[in-house]
Nanobody
Framework: QVQLVESGGGLVQAGGSLRLSCAASGRTFSRAAMGWFRQAPGKEREAVAAINRNGRTTHYADSVQGRFTISRDNAKSTVYLQMNSLKPEDTAVYYC????????????????????WGQGTQVTVSS
C-alpha cells in the first residue's frame, strides 16, 4: 500500500513558477515509477510527466516540455514537479501517481498503469 500526499499548489501569475511535491509512505517508493497528471475544469485528466525508478529517465507531455521538470529523491520518498513559465492553460488540479510494478526503465504516461494516486493540489495561473 502506498499513500501519496501532494503539496505546493497555489495561485501564481503567468510567467511565474511553482514547485509541487508528492510525499509517499510505504517501503516501495524506490521501486515505483512516478507520474504527475492534471485535470482542468471540464477536461479529462492528462499526463504531464513521468520519471523512472532511479530518476535517470523522464518523459514529458509536449505541452510542458522545456518548462516543467520532474525529479525524485528516493531517500526522502518524494517526487517533485518544478513548473516554470506558467501559463493560464496550466491551471488544473495536479495529481501524483505511483506504479510500483514498473520495470527499471519505465516512465508510464497512461493513467491505467498507475495503482496509487494522491488527492491532488490546485494550481491556478492568472493572466
Amino acid at each position: 500500500q502506498v499513500q501519496l500526499v501532494e503539496s505546493g499548489g497555489g495561485l501564481v501569475q503567468a510567467g511565474g513558477s511553482l514547485r509541487l511535491s508528492c510525499a509517499a509512505s510505504g517501503r516501495t517508493f524506490s521501486r515505483a515509477a512516478m507520474g504527475w497528471f492534471r485535470q482542468a475544469p471540464g477536461k479529462e485528466r492528462e499526463a504531464v510527466a513521468a520519471i523512472n525508478r532511479n530518476g535517470r529517465t523522464t518523459h514529458y507531455a509536449d505541452s510542458v516540455q522545456g518548462r516543467f521538470t520532474i525529479s525524485r529523491d528516493n531517500a526522502k520518498s518524494t517526487v517533485y514537479l518544478q513548473m516554470n513559465s506558467l501559463k493560464p492553460e496550466d491551471t488544473a488540479v495536479y495529481y501524483c501517481a505511483a506504479d510500483p510494478s514498473a520495470i527499471l526503465t519505465s516512465t508510464p504516461m497512461t493513467q491505467s498503469q498507475y495503482d496509487y494516486w494522491g488527492q491532488g493540489t490546485q494550481v491556478t495561473v492568472s493572466s
